[in-house]
């Protein structure tokens, strides 16, 4: 099973820039969609962001589109969420997920149902 590792969070004020990580070992994601998902305090993981194994195709939630980019660096085995005009709501636990198949495609991602591992998480907060 790959384990994920995610960094990158942190302390920021509102209006600010943060850039998450999630680094993969134990197996090549290079040929597997990926994809950002959050906690806040008292609410569910909710879907943030999926990238297509090749990178090229992406989706978003509402809540972050055109303020959050999702990346990735199929040599890496890494994948990243730039995370811009950041505001208090968007405090929660960060995590990177994997998909059981390879056949899972980004749009199928936005489904926690379709999701095998996951990283144990980093906590943005964003202060007004």
């Known amino acids: 099973q790959v384990q994920l590792v995610e960094s990158g969070g942190g302390l920021v004020q509102a209006g600010g820039s943060l850039r998450l990580s999630c680094a993969a070992s134990?197996?090549?994601?290079?040929?597997?969609?990926m994809g950002w998902f959050r906690q806040a305090p008292g609410k569910e993981r909710e879907f943030v962001a999926t990238?297509?194994?090749?990178?090229?195709?992406?989706y978003y939630a509402d809540s972050v589109k055109g303020r959050f980019t999702i990346s990735r660096d199929n040599a890496e085995n890494t994948v990243y969420l730039q995370m811009n005009s950041l505001r208090p709501e968007d405090t929660a636990v960060y995590y990177c997920?994997?998909?059981?198949?390879?056949?899972?495609?980004?749009?199928?991602?936005?489904?926690?149902?379709?999701?095998?591992?996951w990283g144990q998480g980093t906590q943005v907060t964003v202060s007004s």
């Open positions: 997920a994997a998909p059981r198949s390879i056949a899972t495609t980004a749009q199928m991602m936005r489904d926690m149902a379709f999701v095998e591992s």
């Open positions: 134990g197996r090549s994601l290079s040929t597997y969609a």
């Open positions: 990238i297509s194994w090749r990178g090229d195709i992406t």
